[in-house]
Nanobody, 124 residues
């Protein structure tokens, strides 16, 4: 069984930065494609960004492009999400998800393992 854990959420002001981290126990973390999704109050969960197993393919939602950066640390077996220039509309629970497939994906249903989420709140 794979256990996914997110960390780094918090309360910040608009314009500030936060760095989220995702780690997993069980099978070697580096074999998975990894994505971040988020769910704001009253809204459906949505794709934020993904990174392939090799790190060679990265995708961002238009709403975060240019502000968020996803990266992998193969030595530490973690994936980080650097979030800059945060806006109140970035407020959400952020979920890390792992996919054990041939390609990374932007679709929630393609992901096999999920964390419990970490709250990010951006005040105006």
């Amino acid at each position: 069984q794979v256990h996914v854990v997110e960390s780094g959420g918090g309360l910040v002001q608009a314009g500030d930065s936060l760095r989220l981290s995702c780690a997993a126990s069980g099978r070697t973390f580096n074999v998975y494609h990894v994505a971040w999704f988020r769910q704001a109050p009253g809204k459906e969960r949505e794709f934020v960004t993904s990174i392939s197993r090799s790190g060679g393919y990265i995708s961002y939602a238009d709403s975060v492009k240019g502000r968020f950066t996803i990266s992998r640390d193969y030595g530490q077996n973690t994936v980080s999400l650097q979030m800059n220039s945060l806006k109140p509309e970035d407020t959400a629970v952020y979920y890390c998800a792992l996919r054990d497939g041939s390609r990374s994906s932007r679709k929630q249903d393609d992901y096999d393992y999920w964390g419990q989420g970490t709250q990010v709140t951006v005040s105006s």
